[in-house]
């Protein structure tokens, strides 16, 4: 492993870079090749102490107190204005990092970018009520920030889920201290060397980067955190709402995803068929809301299923900066994760119709490249069709009732999406209606949605809502203020 001539990137804590030990440090792989190529600070408890303290200085500090909502807002779109700038360099560096395709960099960039303005726009639009008491009374709400907000997020979207967690915490007047997985804190690194150019007080954005069992759990049980938002796997989720539970602090949890595509006979397969193909393969399926169920009424299921087979075999496989239609899986660690699924099922018997094995790519020998996968005539209730496969992995179940269809749309521990494929409007708001999940498609699947559509877990999927104007509820408090004249 060729580390020679890397420098050490810092955490970024109260406007300073800290690199605490120079020889204990985490390399950071291109998991298109596996080479080195980054080395970053391996953070811990310290670094998280230092951070709350100084992040709490901020908050209180008169310069962030006395900041006009309208004067946030404008520091959140002059971010925006920065990103797009530096769109080019920010991409490459999620794609060397990450190993999705540059263009599904760039758009994460854009997205990234779109964060900043959406709230920006909204940091002077957190309103409170007036509530009528009695003749003499006046009574209001205000809305005010919860103070110093954590974020440990993922490896699959960094650039989007480090935006909208600073742009959310900023524009409701909150300082945040974010921890980037220990895989992929490259594009977190970059944003915030631009948002130190816009002038936000020092303390008020803080990147604590190490491993999660280390900086995660430290910021996790941190006693003077305010608000922790987790973005990751169910298992981590369960221990970060346990150590906040200890300081009552107050958790929102984005967990993992086992996302349905309830495809009817009388839809427009064309349309299905593009947005089933785009939703399993995107970041190579490794996305929380990735549609990695097929759940499709039984007359149409061959033909569909061929049609789909056909399409993915077209599809292009490679290294992110080439651009293909698929990158690498992460990591060996990822890649072991997906095989044992992949193993299970041929164990077992089950038919693939696509895929089903790793693709080895020219000089990219170190790294994990998959080829996108359909197993057909999976059993609802099999691990295969239960269970966050997070690859290139498509199980095919079918149904012969709109009830049948609910009932295994339904019947996972998760629920954070669901597309619904019909022509029939009145069958589609019925099925909308008894979904158990936090986002519907009908007719179109976007994973993740928008940026202004709340997102967010009914059941394993978790609680609390990003995006949108649902999510200041979590980053706000209630006031509530009763004069009497
Ligand atoms: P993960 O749970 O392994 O790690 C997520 C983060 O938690 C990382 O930063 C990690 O360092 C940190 N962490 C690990 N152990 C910790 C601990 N003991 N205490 C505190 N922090 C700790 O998840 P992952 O593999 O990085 O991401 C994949 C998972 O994330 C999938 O389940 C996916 O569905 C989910 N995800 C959900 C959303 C969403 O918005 N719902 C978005 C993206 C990913």
């Not at 909150?174 to 130190?196: F, Q």
């Not at 427009?268 to 399926?285: E, K, R």
């Not at 998959?370 to 690859?391: N, R, Y």
């Amino acid at each position: 492993m060729t580390t020679t001539g890397l420098k050490v990137l810092g955490s970024y804590i109260d406007g300073k870079w800290i690199v605490t030990n120079t020889e204990n440090v985490i390399s950071i792989k291109n998991p298109a090749n596996g080479s080195v190529i980054a080395l970053v600070n391996r953070g811990g408890a310290q670094e998280v102490d230092l951070a709350v303290v100084a992040a709490q200085r901020a908050f209180h500090s008169a310069e962030w107190q006395n900041m006009k909502p309208y004067d946030r807002g404008k520091l959140l779109y002059h971010i925006a204005s920065i990103i797009r700038e530096n769109k080019e360099e920010l991409s490459q560096i999620e794609t060397m990092n990450v190993g999705k395709p540059l263009k599904q960099a760039r758009a994460d960039v854009e997205i990234a970018a779109r964060y900043f303005e959406y709230y920006g726009g909204v940091a002077d639009k957190v309103y409170g009520e007036s509530i009528p008491i009695e003749p003499g009374i006046v009574d209001f709400t205000v809305r005010e920030p919860l103070g110093v907000v954590g974020h440990i997020i993922p490896w699959n979207y960094p650039i989007q889920i480090t935006a909208r967690s600073i742009a959310v915490s900023l524009a409701t007047g909150n300082a945040a201290i974010l921890k980037p997985a220990e895989d992929t804190p490259l594009s977190a690194l970059k944003l915030v060397e631009l948002i130190e150019q816009v002038g936000i007080p020092n303390g008020i954005v803080n990147i604590v980067t190490g491993y999660g069992y280390e900086a995660g759990a430290a910021l996790a049980s941190h006693p003077d955190l305010n608000h922790i938002t987790f973005t990751g796997s169910v298992e981590t989720g369960k221990k970060v709402m346990e150590s906040a539970s200890k300081n009552i602090v107050p958790v929102t949890l984005e967990l993992g995803g086992k996302s349905p595509n309830i495809v009817f006979n009388d839809c427009n397969q064309t349309d299905a068929l593009q947005h089933i193909l785009q939703s399993i393969v995107q970041n190579a399926g490794q996305t929380c809301s990735a549609g990695s169920r097929l759940v499709i009424e039984k007359n149409i299921k061959d033909e569909f299923v061929e049609k789909l087979a056909n399409a993915m075999q077209k599809l292009t496989i490679g290294p992110g900066l080439e651009d293909k239609d698929l990158g690498p899986i992460l990591s060996e660690v990822q890649f072991k994760r997906i095989n044992h699924y992949i193993e299970l099922a041929k164990q077992e018997g089950f038919k693939f119709v696509a895929g089903g094995n790793r693709v080895m790519v020219n000089d990219c020998e170190e790294a994990y490249y998959m080829k996108p996968t359909i197993i057909d005539d999976v059993p609802a209730s099999h691990p295969l069709a239960q269970e966050e496969i997070f690859g290139p992995v498509l199980t095919v179940t079918t149904f012969e009732t709109e009830e049948e269809a609910v009932s295994i749309a339904n019947g996972t521990p998760f629920g954070l999406v669901a597309g619904i494929w019909t022509e029939n409007v009145k069958r589609a708001h019925r099925i909308a209606n008894q979904l158990q999940c936090g986002q519907v498609f009908i007719n179109h699947y976007g994973a993740g949605g928008g940026i202004a559509m709340p997102f967010g877990g009914y059941k394993k999927s978790g609680f609390g809502r990003e995006k949108g104007l649902e999510t200041l509820r979590h980053y706000t408090q209630v006031k509530n203020i009763a004069l009497k004249y």
